[in-house]
């Protein structure tokens, strides 16, 4: 792992009983690079972002980050009868967030997202758009040096999906780390590189598609 790099994924394996999900995977992520992950559904995208984010343990191989790590799920990880500030003070604890803090940046990032900050229902009478927006921000709540993004966008409209890879520029010039999990073949000529995840590993595709 050289010092431009933020997240390395060596040798990953992961099985569930006999299935082999990822056999030997291996990529990287640099600073400052926007990286989209392609594949079939079921191809093993998520058991890899998972293992990256050091949520799911794989059965061989390791997973290098420097700093701290951001994840959004493609479903919204998000409790049903809070509200969106009520979820950025408890992930805020959850990271060793003051109070204060948790909730200034959280209402911070929402607004930049366009969420309705002065919103004050329940996640789960939230439209799907908006709870992922909250979900977003709570990737982006301790100030990640890696983000981890799985079909992040799901449910926004148009504008909303425009100010996304807005945002991801924006990200990578701050000199973050992004993986974007995508099935658009349209988003690919947006990040740096394309990783493709097939047979179980992970292969290097000739570059960002023009």
Not at 190 to 204: C, F, N, P, Y
């Amino acid at each position: 792992m050289n010092g431009s790099t933020a997240l390395q994924a060596s040798g990953v394996t992961k099985r569930y009983g006999r299935r082999t999900v990822l056999e030997a995977a291996s990529f990287h992520v640099d600073r400052g690079e926007a990286v989209a992950v392609i594949g079939e559904n079921g191809a093993g995208k998520t058991t890899l972002l998972r293992v990256c984010a050091g949520l799911l343990a794989g059965d061989a191989g390791a997973v290098r980050r420097d700093g701290r790590v951001g994840y959004c799920p493609q479903e919204p990880g998000v409790v049903d009868l809070l509200t969106a500030e009520q979820h950025l003070v408890l992930f805020g604890a959850a990271a060793g967030l003051p109070r204060a803090e948790a909730r200034n940046t959280g209402l911070a990032l929402l607004e930049s997202f366009g969420f309705p900050v002065h919103e004050r229902a329940v996640a789960k009478d939230l439209s799907g758009g908006t709870r992922q927006k909250l979900n977003l921000a709570l990737a982006l709540l301790a100030d990640p040096s890696v983000l981890l993004l799985d079909e992040p966008y799901q449910g926004f409209d148009m504008g909303s999906y425009v100010d996304f890879w807005a945002h991801v520029d924006r990200w990578r010039g701050q000199g973050r780390a992004v993986v974007v999990v995508t099935h658009l073949l349209t988003e690919l000529k947006r990040v740096d590189r394309v990783v493709e995840v097939r047979a179980g590993g992970v292969h290097e595709c000739a570059g960002a598609v023009a």
